[in-house]
């Protein structure tokens, strides 16, 4: 069974995947780690992001997984390194966007993403999970929520690394992202027509959970 999962940054896609999956035991695959991976690849080879070829010279000869790691968490090995924590670097996140718009890049990832579903049931999320890589999932959602409410979770999220940033310069990054995630030319970021809706702005993380999982079990 696949239930894909999209929805823009901060609507808490990540977080209740992983607990999704643990609840129905499933592998929990976050996509927008796989373009993390290759994004601080890109960056330690000190490659010029707006040298296209290059970039996807470089993502041919890349190696990136997901494995399940203690407790459930998804560790992210790059080249066989175990790049779970490096990958979320303010730096990685500012320019991730520069290789996930690439077509020939996205291609390849989506060619990957698939192969989890092969032997395994699996929870996806990312922003084309329910329109690209698997339009043909048994169960899709699109969470969201408001900007601001998006951005005072990044805020903590922030903190609690010893990061300090302020809420309007949070609220002007998201909706930049939010604009090129909605407008590249491959894999944007849109619902599925045959997508659940739901705006986890008022919700609790439990409450998100509980209403996908009652989704679910209703298909069943």
Do not use: W
């Not at 077509?103 to 049931?121: G, H, L, T």
């Not at 169960?139 to 005072?152: C, E, H, M, N, P």
């Amino acid at each position: 069974m696949i239930i894909a999962i999209d929805g823009p940054a901060g609507a808490g896609k990540s977080t209740i995947s992983k607990l999704l999956a643990e609840k129905l035991g499933f592998l929990y695959v976050d996509t927008g780690a796989m373009y993390r991976a290759l994004t601080l690849k890109v960056i330690r080879l000190k490659a010029d992001f707006k040298d296209i070829e290059k970039l996807i010279e470089i993502s041919t000869s890349t190696e990136i997984r997901l494995k399940k790691g203690e407790s459930r968490s998804t560790i992210v090995l790059l080249d066989g390194e175990d790049v779970t924590i490096p990958i979320r670097k303010p730096e990685v996140t500012n320019a991730v966007f520069r290789v996930a718009a690439i077509y020939p890049i996205r291609s390849r990832m989506v060619k990957f993403q698939r192969e989890y579903a092969n032997n395994d049931s699996i929870v996806m999320e990312g922003r084309d999970i329910g329109t690209v890589v698997f339009p043909q999932a048994r169960k899709k959602f699109y969470l969201d929520a408001k900007t601001l409410v998006r951005a005072k979770r990044r805020k903590l999220e922030l903190e609690k690394k010893g990061i300090e940033i302020n809420i309007e310069d949070i609220v002007e990054q998201i909706e930049a992202r939010d604009m090129r995630d909605k407008t590249r030319d491959c894999g944007p970021l849109k619902q599925a027509e045959d997508a659940v809706y739901i705006d986890t702005s008022l919700m609790n993380i439990q409450e998100v959970v509980s209403c996908l999982l009652s989704h679910i079990k209703h298909e069943k």
